[in-house]
Structure formats: C-alpha cells, structure tokens
C-alpha cells in the first residue's frame, strides 16, 4: 500500500517512514501542505497521512484542496496533530480528513486505522 | 495592556514555571538514562543504533534547556507581555515535541532489539521510555 506521509518534522518524518516501511508500506514524503497537495496528484498514493500544522499551507487548507479536486478526492486522509485537544478531531473532520489520529503515535493504533481503509477500498 | 492581560500572562508564566520545576528531575533522569544507555551501546558494539540515540541525546538537551529557561526567566515587562504570550501559547507542544523524538526512536530501537546481541540493552531502553512516558502524562495533566 502506497502511503503519501506529509510532516514537516524531519524527526518526525524519520521515525514514522521507517517504522511503516518496515511493516511493508511503501512511504512517499512531503515537508509541507503545498507540496502534499502537489504529491497526491503526481504520485498517486492511496492513502495520506496529513500533519495539521504545517508551513505553507497547513493541513487543513491542503486536505481541503486534495478534497476539492474530482482527480484527489477518493484518497483517504488521515489527519495528525500534537494536540489531544477537543475540537481538534471535528476540525480535521470538517476539513474534509476521513479519519482522525493524536500524536505522539501509537503505531498499531494507527496501522488498524491505515488498514480499515485498504478494506474498505479493496471492498472487502 | 489591559489588566486581564497582564493577570493572564502572569497567570500562565506561574503556570508554566511551575510545571518546569516538577519536570525537572524526571528531565534530568531521562538525560542520565539516555547517557548511560548510549555509553553502554557503544562498549556492546551496537554502532547502527548510535545515529538514533544521538538524535534521542540531542531531544533530551532541548528538553533540559527549555524546562532551565522557563524555571528562571523572570516575568515578562508589560510591553513585551502580548508577544510573551503569542511565543507561548504552543510551549506544552514545544515541550511534548522533543518528548515524542525519545519515545519514537526508542520505540523504533525497541522493534530492532527484539532479537540478537542487543537485547542486553533493553532494560536501559525500557526505563527510558518509562520516563519520556511520564514526562508526557505530566505535561498533559498539569
């Protein structure tokens, strides 16, 4: 499964590829909203993982852009804050974001997450 | 500034320093652990993981910085309050950022460490998780 990660904390960033390429995902990253708004076009990722708050043009605005565009729109997005705070989730979910996750990231939470969605587009 | 301003700003400034205090001596373990748990990696031989634990070094140093500052900086003048403020209305998400690097790295090294030569390691890794996981609970819960 092609993953589109966009986080802009090389830290960040780091950690998660590597944890996710080693449970056999095949990662492909952008550092800001501008350029995930690009990448969910020309790579074609079946699913994002969106950072909320990002330079540029942060998560919300570039979920609603890759929301907004009929060649983007299928795609998945899971949106990631640092915050646990209330408000955060209806946020992302008005963006347009199809599922919610709090960092810091609990991997086999946000696997069962990643792959409810491969179900539900693969119709099984 | 008005007064509700300065109340606020002095309101969270007490806040925040007082938290800082609390941190500090889970901050300071958590940078003896990683220094002891680097130091004992390398005398094992376990050199692919010396990148990951410098990176995990480098978060603890922000952390203990951060915590110092904001336990001895003096309560902002009223004409710096306004910004004072904006700069710190994300500092427990400042704070939580180097904290998550710790965990996640030694997450990533625990899942590396399962098997082979060092899991003699992973009682030194096991206690610095513990303690990044505590910093965070109190982080959230002050």
């Not at chain 1, 960092?103 to 792959?115: F, T, V």
Request: charged content about 30%.
């Amino acid at each position: 499964m092609k993953i589109l990660l966009v986080e802009d904390n090389e830290m960040n960033r780091d950690m998660l590829s590597r944890r996710l390429v080693r449970k056999g995902y095949e990662i492909v990253m952008a550092v800001d909203g501008g350029e995930g708004v690009l990448m969910s076009v020309s790579a074609s990722p079946e699913l994002i993982l969106m950072d909320m708050s990002l330079p540029v043009i942060d998560g919300w605005e570039a979920t609603r852009r890759i929301k907004g565009a009929p060649e983007t729109r299928h795609i998945p997005i899971i949106g990631l804050t640092a915050h646990a705070m209330a408000g955060d989730r209806e946020k992302a979910l008005e963006a347009g974001c199809d599922e919610y996750d709090t960092k810091p990231i609990e991997l086999e939470r946000l696997i069962g997450k990643i792959e409810s969605f491969r179900s539900k587009t693969s119709g099984g | 500034m008005d007064l509700t301003s300065a109340a606020r700003i002095g309101q969270i400034h007490r806040e925040m320093a007082e938290l800082c205090l609390a941190l500090k001596p889970p901050v300071d373990e958590l940078s003896d652990q990683l220094g002891r748990l680097r130091r004992k990696a390398l005398e094992t031989g376990v050199s692919d993981a010396a990148a990951d634990l410098d990176r995990m070094c480098a978060a603890s140093d922000r952390l203990q910085a951060l915590t110092a500052g904001l336990i001895s900086a003096p309560p902002p003048a009223a004409p710096e309050g306004r910004a004072w403020l904006a700069a710190h209305e994300h500092l427990r998400h400042d704070l939580r950022t180097p904290l998550n690097a710790v965990k996640g790295y030694g997450e990533l090294l625990m899942e590396d460490w399962q098997e082979g030569g060092a899991r003699s390691l992973m009682p030194e890794l096991r206690q610095v998780i513990a303690t990044a996981n505590q910093l965070l609970s109190m982080i959230d819960d002050h």
